[in-house]
């Protein structure tokens, strides 16, 4: 099945600890997105790659590091530095940045600290 | 960051009823886009939108790009009970990575 795929579905936290949340795409797709998603909010954007070994913060990047090693794996790293990182987390992928592509998006992983 | 405004925020409705709602933005998009999110899951892409006066359907839902290109909307026919979930709404300019989206209309079907 092509698709997006997160992993996992529910991760906790403790204090002080770094935790990566995992993203993979098989739909070949070039640009891939991480969003953070709090109740009431809309979707607010962490970071963002175009190519591989290429991406750039979004709205809220303060305490996340991404990579982008391979165009089919976006992981992001919910460092110790962010201070209030219980959200679902939403990692969403499109064919390419600029042409308006829309975005399609994997079922999320919800942190939560313990 | 920016956000759209969405209306209703919530809305319960009986079930065969038709749910009206929409989006406004202060910008200009040129594409709108709608999704649906069940709980726990990612949303879901429903109807693409790339241009001014456009009106798209997908089954029982209908989307219209608004002529201002500052608006959208978004129609359900017939309400059943699996469209219980949360609507939202993005809208993109021309040639940009970003999507910014709505905060949601919580859609609730009474049977």
């Known amino acids: 099945d092509g698709g997006i795929t997160q992993s996992p579905k529910y991760l906790f936290r403790k204090e002080g600890q770094n935790v990566t949340l995992s993203c993979e795409q098989n739909?070949?797709?070039?640009?891939m997105y991480w969003y953070r998603q709090d109740p009431g909010q809309g979707l607010r954007l962490i970071y963002y790659s175009q190519i591989v070994n290429d991406f750039q913060k979004g709205d809220i990047a303060e305490g996340y590091s991404v990579s982008r090693e391979k165009k089919e794996s976006f992981p992001l790293t919910v460092t110790s530095a962010q201070k209030n990182p219980t959200a679902f987390y939403l990692c969403?992928?499109?064919?390419?940045?600029?042409?308006?592509?829309?975005?399609?998006f994997g079922d999320g992983t919800r942190l939560s600290i313990l | 960051g920016q956000q759209l405004n969405q209306s209703p925020q919530s809305m319960f409705i009986q079930e065969g009823e038709d749910v009206s709602m929409n989006c406004t933005s202060s910008?200009?998009?040129?594409?709108w886009l709608w999704y649906k999110q069940d709980p726990g899951e990612g949303p879901v892409l429903l109807i693409a939108?790339?241009?001014?006066?456009e009106l798209t359907s997908n089954g029982r839902l209908t989307a219209q790009f608004g002529i201002t290109r500052k608006d959208s909307f978004l129609n359900i026919s017939a309400s059943i009970p699996s469209d219980v979930g949360i609507y939202f709404c993005a809208g993109s300019t021309s040639g940009t990575y970003k999507y910014i989206f709505g905060t949601g209309t919580r859609l609730k079907v009474l049977a």
């Open positions: 969403a992928s499109s064919m390419a940045i600029g042409t308006n592509q829309p975005q399609h």
């Open positions: 739909l070949n797709h070039d640009a």
């Open positions: 910008s200009i998009f040129n594409t």
């Open positions: 939108l790339y241009k001014a006066g």
